[in-house]
């Protein structure tokens, strides 16, 4: 067993802690100071968010944002674009699911890396 105290994880600011990585997931603590966001972006694994401390707004592309506090939990399909904009200092905890998921270059093979660099340098 393994065990984590989510307010006392060592995290600082845009350096996001990996608590675990296995192949059936990834689960990472953020920092995120008030006034600071997580611009719009999107991710290959389906993403789980949970407000740990702090409060967050966060919205999907469309939608109106949604004002959140500890305890929250936000789930978000594998490409649904989404911005998480910090009120307070704020804390979450990320679950990534499968870890890669699929198109992550993490998930690729050698040869599917080496296509995707050809095609970027004759972009």
Known sequence: MQSWDLKAVEAEPYQPQILASAEDARTIVLQLPAG???PEHEVHERARVVVIDGEV???GPDEEAVTASA???F???PAERHTIAARSD???LLILTPWPG???PGAMTL???AEVRQRAQRH
């Open 90 to 92: 704020a804390r979450l």
């Open 111 to 113: 040869e599917q890396k």
């Open 71 to 73: 305890g929250h939990l």
């Open 57 to 59: 707004d966060v919205a």
């Open 75 to 77: 789930e978000f399909d």
């Open 102 to 104: 699929d198109g992550h």
């Open 36 to 38: 600071e966001e997580i």
